[in-house]
């Protein structure tokens, strides 16, 4: 039944073609759960000359639909929590105080891998991140990933498709690594200094 729910969802998508993939990636960035890649990637096998134009797409209405999570989370997001929370504020507090401090990082990650993007659009508005920053992040980490998703299917077509999660996976961890060994350089300098 699931599977025929979200087969029934994926044509309806379908069938309205770069409109489809364009209203998915905005949504799917601040409430729908079903990612613009199960689009992007049939797309771009069957068109592999337009690859990187839905690609794109979905960079720029994914970074809108992150706008979208963002109003969301600020101003509906914190009097939520408090409802349904009420006894729970002191671990929004805790969570706020570390989202402050990395949330360009957590914003991109959350961009570029496939965790549900919309939590951190949603945070982002809930703790009052600096839109500009959350916009350019958004943009970059959507960015890489459906452009190395649209680069990998167009040069290299349906035998990529088994390894674009590791891919995704590997450029992840290599990202995380190349920022800690970033900050443990400033720590370090700043030390010295």
Known sequence: MMHNLFEGIKLFFEQMGTTGLGFLAFIESSVFPIPPDFLLIPMSLNEPQKALYFALICTIFSTLGGAFGYAIGKFGGRPAFHFFFKNKIHYLEKVEKLYNKYSIWAVLGAA??????KVFTIASGIFN???????????IGRGARFFIVGLLLMFFGE?????IDIIIVVLTVLVVLLAA?????RKNKKKAA
């Open 129 to 139: 991140m600096h839109l500009p920053g959350f916009l350019i992040a958004s943009f």
């Open 181 to 185: 060994l970033i900050y443990f350089i």
């Open 159 to 163: 035998t990529m498709m088994k390894y």
């Open 112 to 117: 570029f891998t496939p965790l549900p993007y």
